[in-house]
């Protein structure tokens, strides 16, 4: 039995998940050290899905031991999932604010019951991840060696878990109730959209709250020097993409296209909620065939 998995005050893990293409085969892992550690996943399956079932595994595994469980995670989508909206989607009967189908619904219900009895003895904290933060490094490692085991056919493995510990996961599949994100679902099915088409899905789908919550769907989107100019002034990079999540549900407006070479469109769009309409501008460069947003600002209208 190793000595990090028996007679401590507090267990002290990071958790993880990785996707190769978002949806691709997909990944997870938790780590306490080297003697004490799990991993898996699925030939489909989301980054979301990934961080999601790492922690329920852990959750699991140490359903047994009194101790108090402290977890790392670089997702504020599966910390904020657990600690704050859980509550108001189960009061919905699993609904979001939007009354749309909470995504992953199986794996949160999971989560939920994971949780019961404990909540006063789990600690959940973020943490930058590919950052040097030890234990989440070595998380996310095992996490992408299970997604890479996937993507050549054959099972990863699954580590030497936590002694006494079981496991039951929930039958996870991509989107679970609502679908992931399809950045081409507005385009009826166009086998080939226009570059203008495409930008403008792209443009779309970064209002999701399954892409902003999914921090290497955005950077995918994103150019490398993507900055954005906010109402407040605030200058943003993508060095600040740890600090977007969810926004209330806006109006989406295509205002106009701007062909301004062949690898660069201006978009002009316009959000609105009830009480604000925000015009708005988004540059999208092409490189090395693919579209990244390079430059955003928005401006409220009177």
């Known amino acids: 039995m190793h000595p990090s998995c028996q007679d401590v005050a507090v267990i002290i893990a990071a958790a993880d998940g990785s996707a190769l293409g978002n949806p691709g085969p997909a990944g997870w892992a938790w780590y306490v050290d080297d003697g004490c ?81 404990r909540r006063d003895r789990v600690r959940f904290e973020w943490v930058k991840g590919h950052a040097g933060h030890e234990l989440n490094e070595a ?55 226009s570059d203008e088409e495409h930008v403008v899905a792209m443009e779309r789908s970064m209002l999701s709250d399954e892409v902003r919550t999914d921090r290497a769907a955005m950077a995918a989107l994103l150019h490398p020097d993507w900055q954005e100019v906010g109402r407040s002034g605030r200058l943003w990079t993508r060095d600040d993409l740890d600090e977007l999540g969810p926004i209330d549900p806006v109006d989406f407006e295509v205002v106009s296209t701007h062909r301004l070479g062949p690898d660069t469109i201006l978009l002009l769009w316009r959000t609105s909620t009830a009480d604000r309409s925000t015009l708005r501008s988004t540059l999208w460069v092409r490189t090395g065939g693919q579209w990244q947003a390079r430059f955003h600002q928005g401006t409220d209208e009177p």
């Open 37 to 117: 550690w799990a991993s898996g996943g699925w030939p489909r399956g989301t980054n979301n899905m990934g961080e999601l079932m790492a922690v329920l595994d852990l959750l699991q595994q140490t359903a047994h031991v009194d101790d108090e469980l402290h977890v790392f995670c670089d997702s504020k989508y599966v910390i904020d999932s657990v600690t704050k909206w859980m509550p108001g989607w189960k009061r919905k009967g699993w609904k979001k604010s939007d009354g749309k189908p909470v995504l992953n619904v199986e794996l949160m219900k999971a989560l939920d019951a994971a949780m019961e009895g």
């Open 139 to 193: 998380a996310d490692k095992r996490a992408n060696a299970a997604a890479t085991a996937y993507q050549r056919g054959v099972e990863p493995d699954a580590g030497p878990g936590f002694v006494g510990g079981s496991s039951a996961h929930p039958a996870a599949t991509v989107g679970q109730v609502e679908e992931e994100p399809d950045l081409f679902s507005d385009l009826g099915g166009a086998p080939e959209p």
